[in-house]
Structure formats: structure tokens, C-alpha cells
Nanobody, 125 residues
Framework: QVQLTESGGGSVQAGESLRLSCAASGGSISHRGMAWFRQAPGKEREVIATIRWNGDTTTYPDSVKGRFTISRDNAENTLYLQMNSLKPEDTAVYYC??????????????????WGQGTQVTVSS
């Protein structure tokens, strides 16, 4: 049973940066695709970054492309999200997720079977 624990959230001003971490325990994530999702109040959970098991492929929606970077360290069993040039609309709870093995696709929340508890990111103008 993989357990995911996010850290690094907080309150920042617009234009500042944050780096989120997601530490895995109880099992390895080295062979799993991983992703970051976020959910703002009153909105649906949305995927904001995905990364293939070996790190060679990443995807981002247009809303964060060029500002956010997902990365992983399989030796440390850890996932990261570097967030630069933060905007007030980035305010949300951010979740990391581990993808089900051997299933195609990356964007849908239903593809992920392990989730962290979430970390709050608040960006003020």
C-alpha cells in the first residue's frame, strides 16, 4: 500500500515561487506514472502536471505550462512540483497521485489509485 505525503504548500504573493514535494512510503513509485492535481473551492479537481515513470515525458495544461515543472527522484521515492510566477488563480489544494499500473492515459483522476492528503497553496495579489 503506497502512502503519499505532500509538503511545501503555503501562502505567497503573486509572482513568487513554491516547491511542493510528495514523499512515498510503504511501496515504490518508481514504476508508476505520477501526477499533480489541484482543486480550488467550488471547482472540480484538475490535473496540472503528469510525469512518466522514468521521467522522460511530462505534460501540462496551458494554464500552468511554462510556469510549473514536475520532476521525480525515483531513488528517493519522491515527486516534486516547482511552481514559479504564481498567480492568485493558482490558489487551491494540491494533491499528488500515483497512477494505476499498465493503464493508458494520464489526465483523468480515475487513472490514479493512490492519493496524498493535499497541501494548501494560497496566492495573494
Amino acid at each position: 500500500q503506497v502512502q503519499l505525503t505532500e509538503s511545501g504548500g503555503g501562502s505567497v504573493q503573486a509572482g513568487e515561487s513554491l516547491r511542493l514535494s510528495c514523499a512515498a512510503s510503504g511501496g515504490s513509485i518508481s514504476h508508476r506514472g505520477m501526477a499533480w492535481f489541484r482543486q480550488a473551492p467550488g471547482k472540480e479537481r484538475e490535473v496540472i502536471a503528469t510525469i512518466r515513470w522514468n521521467g522522460d515525458t511530462t505534460t501540462y495544461p496551458d494554464s500552468v505550462k511554462g510556469r510549473f515543472t514536475i520532476s521525480r527522484d525515483n531513488a528517493e521515492n519522491t515527486l516534486y512540483l516547482q511552481m514559479n510566477s504564481l498567480k492568485p488563480e493558482d490558489t487551491a489544494v494540491y494533491y499528488c497521485a500515483a497512477k494505476r499500473l499498465l493503464v493508458p492515459g494520464v489526465g483523468a483522476a480515475s487513472l490514479y489509485d493512490y492519493w496524498g492528503q493535499g497541501t494548501q497553496v494560497t496566492v495573494s495579489s
